[in-house]
């Protein structure tokens, strides 16, 4: 049973480029979300998801986009990337249970 | 809204001590509320979660948390500290609306176990 799975697990962009964070979760579970990490602020809501073609925006999404035409998938795009933007981003999912079961998270440096 | 304390960015206790780490939080709703425990490099794991059955409610590793209304907290305790527990530990809670399931973390402990 894989969980969420995230790739790539690091990536060094550039100013200005565009990536875009993978995740997928094989748990059938209908709500997704995608936060990211800075050391000592805890983890900061980007967008979510409720259910496939249903996203929502979090508490910081201004540089990231999402879509969910499945289930099981979740990416989150960055367009331009900006050196505000280095952090860690972690996938996450939950189902019925309520319990929220992260990835492993992607560490991403923008020079 | 929503919203996660946690009293104490470092805790640094000595192995076989006593772990305490403290969790306040706000909520209009009756809270789904959740302890997890990050090491480094990888993502957050659940330690435990309280959904409004008993108020004490007891996770992996030995850890154990009380949930106290009147106090609005959710302080995670360990009878005894082992080197393995120095990691990240997050307090979150969850409203229990239909629409979606809104976790908010507070900003993490550092646990230090010092030989």
């Known amino acids: 049973n894989a969980g969420v799975t995230q790739t790539p697990k690091f990536r060094i962009l550039k100013i200005g480029q565009s990536m875009t964070l993978q995740c997928t979760q094989d748990?059938?579970?209908?709500?997704m979300y995608w936060y990211r990490q800075d050391p000592g602020m805890g983890l900061k809501l980007i967008y979510y998801?409720?259910?496939?073609?249903?996203?929502d925006k979090g508490e910081v999404p201004n540089g990231y986009n999402v879509s969910r035409s499945t289930t099981e998938d979740f990416p989150l795009r960055l367009e331009l990337a900006a050196p505000s933007q280095t952090s860690v981003y972690f996938c996450?999912?939950?189902?019925?249970?309520?319990?929220?079961?992260f990835g492993q998270g992607t560490r991403l440096t923008v020079v | 809204a929503q919203s996660v304390t946690q009293l104490g960015s470092h805790v640094s206790v000595s192995e076989g001590a006593l772990v305490l780490l403290r969790c306040n939080y706000s909520?209009?709703?009756?809270?789904?509320l959740f302890w997890y425990v990050q090491y480094p490099n990888q993502g957050l794991q659940l330690l435990l979660k309280?959904?409004?059955?008993?108020?004490l409610v007891k996770g992996i590793n030995g850890f154990e948390a009380e949930f106290k209304k009147s106090e609005t907290s959710f302080h995670l305790t360990k009878p005894s500290a082992h080197m393995s527990d120095a990691a990240e530990y997050f307090c979150?809670?969850?409203?229990?609306?239909?629409?979606?399931?809104?976790?908010?973390f507070g900003p993490g402990t550092r646990l230090s176990v010092l030989p």
């Open positions: 996450a999912s939950s189902g019925q249970t309520g319990v929220a079961f």
């Open positions: 748990m059938n579970h209908n709500y």
């Open positions: 998801s409720v259910g496939a073609g249903i996203t």
């Open positions: 909520s209009s709703v009756p809270p789904y």
């Open positions: 309280y959904t409004s059955a008993a108020t």
């Open positions: 979150a809670v969850s409203d229990r609306g239909n629409y979606g399931q809104n976790f908010v």
